[in-house]
């Protein structure tokens, strides 16, 4: 079997995340901040060990202002419904998966208007697009550093400091990016950094953060959930301090065990060697299926990143999935979940194929590949 | 021996008052504070042996880290 789904979760996962697993089950079993027990104060230890990692990850001196969630969407309606004020705008790119687009679709209810800023061409070109959009009630960009369906990237750097010179919150998806780039927070001006910890960050289905930025006051984030956690429990309302009043209920502690092993493999190996590692397999493919008749590849001038679209001209892309399928290779075809970022390339109305890498996938895994598709288009299967 | 608390507004505040202690070579430990400690219930603290107390005191003063009050007691909370 050759695992080409790494976009929508990564595997296999480093050795050390597995132990890291069996580990939690055992040695961090309680439920942190809860009790004060042996396995409460290991779990507790753990946690805040998880968000040292993730915070030294991005560049942040600062654990408290990790906020763990289940999962990157959960971080991003966190970050944006929580930074987001009545009756203002919003402005997100054309590249945007669903984790956002229908966050600032359902804001219309409360009165905040969005726009979409192109993610076309040159740093320039984007940033021209955002100062096109921008208004005066703007109050927030969001901006998806790598796309789940293509090679493109936003210019996180620019794009922070023109937010800074606007006063607007700058929010991050780093879905994709996260373990594969280096990505510093101070250094891109950020307000909030979402990612999951399950994709290029190796722990285990389940986790997701948002870490936010210094400027960013705990009690001027909106909370979307309440409930306990542990902490004054005699007040009525979640506390003010962050992380605390992000995490409401139990969190889901293996995960988070696992993304702590996980961000400690991509440290020793390094963000960009891995990035670099898969943007030479995508190179690679890409190369392969350019010169396949009966195949067309999308957005083949751009270069970088992990992740290819194509399709089979003839053939469904679903009903293409499923004959990769047979052919032991995993794919994920449609939507991905971004219709907007497809709508933006221009594939067709159903989507496309799309084969992600990951830095366990090796050029044999691309020879594999290229020989099921040539082989689904002599009919093989 | 005789024990400090150092209470915090949260278990995560707790941690970062024991992570930036322990890198000052001050052993700490992150407690439940008894509930005359907390008037909202719930609360967390840190413990570090009084003859302590005033390096932790200048180590957290200079650092970004929320505490709050400096707390003597006869043997600690545990």
């Known amino acids: ?90 402005l997100i790119s054309d590249i945007e ?64 400091r023109l937010c800074k010179k606007y006063g607007i919150y700058f929010v991050v998806d780093a879905s994709q990016s996260a373990g594969s780039c280096n990505i510093d927070i101070g250094k891109v001006n950020a307000d909030a950094i979402c990612a999951p910890g399950h994709k290029g960050l190796f722990g285990i289905m389940g986790s997701g953060f948002v870490l936010f930025g210094e400027g960013v006051e705990g009690d001027k984030i909106k909370t979307m959930c309440e409930g306990g956690n542990g902490v004054n429990s005699m007040d009525e309302q979640m506390p003010s301090a962050l992380p605390e009043r992000l995490e409401a209920g139990t969190l889901p502690m293996p995960a988070i065990y696992t993304l702590k092993a996980g961000i400690e493999f991509v440290r020793r190996v390094g963000a960009e060697e891995i990035g670099n590692k898969e943007s030479v397999l995508m190179a690679r493919a890409k190369d392969m299926l350019l010169h396949t008749k009966g195949i067309e590849v999308y957005c083949p001038e751009e270069n970088g990143g992990g992740v290819l679209l194509f399709n089979f001209k003839n ?49 044999k895994d691309i020879d594999c590949l290229y020989k099921t598709v040539k082989d689904i288009l002599a009919g093989v299967y | 021996m005789k024990r400090c608390l150092i209470t915090a507004v949260t278990n995560t505040a707790a941690m970062k008052i024991k992570y930036v202690l322990e890198r000052n070579q001050i052993s700490a430990e992150v407690v439940r504070l008894p509930a005359r400690y907390t008037a909202a219930g719930c609360s967390f603290g840190v413990e570090i042996p009084c003859a302590d107390e005033f390096k932790a005191y200048k180590v957290l003063s200079v650092s970004d880290v929320s505490y709050g009050k400096f707390i003597r007691t006869d043997s600690g909370v545990r």
């Open chain 1, 1 to 90: 079997m050759v695992y080409l789904d790494n976009a929508a979760t990564t595997f296999p996962k480093p050795r050390a995340v597995y132990d890291a697993l069996a580990l939690s089950m055992r040695e961090c079993a309680g439920n942190p901040g809860r009790g004060g027990h042996i396995l409460s104060r290991n779990s507790a230890k753990a946690l805040f060990d998880s968000r040292v990692g993730v915070a030294s990850l991005l560049g942040s001196s600062s654990p408290e202002r990790v906020a763990f969630t289940h999962n990157a969407t959960e971080a991003l309606n966190i970050a944006i419904k929580g930074l987001a004020r009545k009756n203002s705008h919003i």
């Open chain 1, 97 to 160: 998966h669903n984790s956002v687009r229908r966050v600032a679709v359902k804001l219309q209810e409360q009165g905040i208007e969005y726009s979409v800023y192109s993610s076309a061409k040159s740093a320039e070109d984007i940033l021209n697009s955002v100062r096109e959009n921008i208004r005066p009630d703007t109050q927030m960009l969001v901006a998806c550093h790598k796309s789940n369906i293509c090679s493109r990237e936003l210019p996180l750097a620019e794009l922070g």
């Open chain 1, 315 to 363: 053939i469904d892309c679903e009903e293409a999935a499923e004959l990769l399928d047979k052919g032991k290779i995993c794919v994920r075809a449609g939507l991905h979940c971004s219709p907007l970022a497809h709508k933006t390339i221009g594939t067709p109305s159903g989507g496309a194929i799309r084969v992600s890498f990951g830095y366990f996938n090796t050029l």
